[in-house]
């Protein structure tokens, strides 16, 4: 065979390839492969090779295989060996503070508060200046869940909390947190909480729905007090470095893409919980009501004073969005 036939025959085999991806993006974050989080990022591993024609490729890594609390995966994107994550408010704050209001108690009134607060001005101005002090680029919110209480036995009210071994993210807001509702809060990562549970270590935990079902602590934690105590949100973020890598149009499709995940997450994340709610038996869980009043009492003074740079002032904005 002649050389230009060889190129002809090379051309036509290849001509059906995706061409080869000339970036690669990592996400990696904590959550199991059986979790929203984790189908959402398949779907736009999809939609971003595809929309990129094949030029993006996203890698994921699931399971905290590169670190086991939100932490040190933004310390991974720092040091290079991740891209982007997904980034509770709580673990947001040690870079810039003030965001940690999305993670505080009784923040949010419910789920449509917290969708007004997301195309908000407030939600704008606290990316803006996130993004200055900690280099990262934020792409979208979502909503993580409404955070409850969960034991093997059930606690009857706030008084049951006095002393109690309680396992909570390592992060200032809780530890404040469930020192002023009396409790004994032991920082443990969220990978370590099962055997935590299971071991003794710890009494109880808290945590939205989906997660006490994601993480199994609905097997050896499975009575929930329904304390609601706060509305949690979830940042997904990319270090600003890796962005800017990327040419200005494939930077607006993944500002675009991780956008609308963010949004449908929201969407999922909150379906999930209702199912839970309605039908806790089937994932094998009791829900407890409790006097939520009671504990929103006691954690007040954290709200209006000035124990966090969110307090007072940057509270009373976000409560004034309708």
Not at 38 to 51: D, I, P, S, T, V
Not at 237 to 252: E, F, M, T, V
Request: proline share 6%; with cysteine; glycine share 6%.
């Amino acid at each position: 065979m002649g050389r230009l036939a060889t190129i002809l025959c090379l051309a036509l085999v290849t001509a059906g390839l995706p061409a080869r991806a000339t970036e690669t993006l990592v996400f990696a974050h904590m959550y199991p492969e059986t979790s929203v989080q984790q189908q959402a990022l398949l779907e736009a591993r999809e939609e971003l090779a595809r929309r990129s024609q094949h030029q993006i490729e996203l890698k994921i890594i699931p399971n905290g295989q590169l670190g086991d609390q939100d932490t040190r995966l933004i310390e991974a994107i720092g040091a290079g060996r991740a891209d982007m994550t997904f980034a509770g408010a709580l673990f947001a704050a040690r870079d810039y503070a003030p965001i940690g209001l999305l993670s505080a108690p009784y923040n949010f009134r419910d789920f449509d508060h917290w969708q007004h607060f997301r195309d908000s001005a407030l939600a704008r101005d606290l990316a803006a200046s996130y993004e200055t002090a900690s280099g990262m680029v934020v792409l979208g919110y979502y909503y993580y869940g409404t955070r409850h209480l969960n034991a093997a036995r059930p606690l009857p009210g706030i008084g049951a909390l006095s002393g109690l071994r309680l396992r909570v993210p390592n992060a200032p807001i809780m530890l404040r947190l469930f020192r002023e509702l009396g409790a004994n809060p032991v920082p443990v990562p969220i990978a370590q909480t099962f055997d935590a549970l299971k071991n003794g270590d710890v009494a109880a935990e808290e945590n939205p729905l989906p997660a006490i079902v994601d993480f199994r602590f609905n097997k050896v934690a499975p009575c929930v007090m329904l304390t609601g105590h706060l509305i949690d949100t979830t940042i997904v973020i990319i270090g600003a470095r890796s962005l800017a890598r990327l040419s200005p149009d494939h930077q607006a499709l993944v500002r675009d893409l991780f956008d609308r995940l963010s949004r449908r997450l929201s969407s999922r994340m909150r379906a999930r919980e209702r199912d839970i709610e309605m039908h806790p038996g089937s994932f094998g869980l009791t829900l407890v009501p409790v006097d939520r009043d009671a504990f929103r009492v006691k954690a007040a003074p954290l709200l209006t004073g000035t124990a966090f740079t969110w307090s007072g002032d940057l509270y009373q904005r976000l409560q004034a969005i309708p």
